[in-house]
């Protein structure tokens, strides 16, 4: 079992920056950030290996949005963020190779964290 922990939310102004953390229990095959805007799907944003050799984007993020990990903790570096960024970001987290895209990749799930972007 592996525990996600996230932190980092909150208000920005767009155009603004933050920067997300995902605190993990233990060792994985790869971590990923999904959002879910108000009365959407989930979607993907961000992947990464646990070796950090390979990253994937979404296209709507790709060139502001950048993920990152160190020890036990994957990191999502959100630039030049706009009014559509706004939802709830959730880490999650695979034990084996599959599509880093979709999220029934994923074994586990943080409890997801607010970022909300105003005008």
């Known amino acids: 079992q592996v525990q996600l922990v996230e932190s980092g939310g909150g208000l920005v102004q767009a155009g603004g920056s933050l920067r997300l953390s995902c605190a993990t229990s233990?060792?994985?095959?790869?971590m990923g950030w999904f959002r879910q805007p108000p009365g959407e799907e989930r979607e993907f944003v961000a992947a990464?290996?646990?070796?950090?050799?390979s990253t994937y984007y979404a296209d709507s993020v790709k060139g502001r949005f950048t993920i990152s990990n160190a020890k036990n903790t994957v990191y999502l570096q959100m630039n030049s963020l706009k009014l559509e960024d706004t939802a709830v970001y959730y880490c999650?987290?695979?034990?084996?190779?599959?599509?880093?895209?979709?999220?029934?990749?994923?074994?586990?799930w943080g409890q997801g964290t607010q970022v909300t972007v105003s005008s």
């Open positions: 999650a987290a695979r034990h084996r190779p599959g599509d880093p895209r979709t999220r029934y990749s994923y074994n586990y």
């Open positions: 990464i290996t646990w070796s950090g050799f």
């Open positions: 233990g060792r994985t095959y790869g």
